[in-house]
């Protein structure tokens, strides 16, 4: 098959993947509530309000699409292994960044900017790990020795 080929199913699994993350990671925001507080729960779904428990909305699944990406991309596209952490990394502290730069600005939090700032975060992570796919301008374990920490991060309390 043809890069050209290869290249539009890429893309095209990188906006599923977007759809995908939006969709369970909004759904991801009840799951606790839902298993009446289930400690389990409480490491891949945010608890309370605070910005830090709703990177979870972002991360794991994020995390879980990437990880898809990998096994079906990784023969095509080789760079798609580092891209992914570095993709899920910057667009999960991409969230508690965008929050408090415009509460900083605006004094409050307003609702439809904090689902604006998840869902371009989650677009963010995924044009980041496309970008860098192609590019190959990653490389090593850096990113996920990030992602790691980040995910140890929400089992300490």
Known sequence: ???GFYMKAL???IGIGIVFSVIV?????FVYEWTGKNPIAAIFFPIDESVWEHVKLLFFPTLLYGLFLIK???EAYPCIVPSVPVGIVIGSLSIPAFFYFYTAIL???VLVLDILIFIVSVILCFWIIYKLTLSCKTAGNAGWILLAAIGISFWVK
């Open 1 to 3: 098959m043809k890069k």
């Open 11 to 13: 893309k095209r699994d």
């Open 25 to 29: 990671g909004t759904l991801a925001h």
């Open 72 to 74: 079906k991309w990784k």
């Open 107 to 109: 004094g409050t939090h």
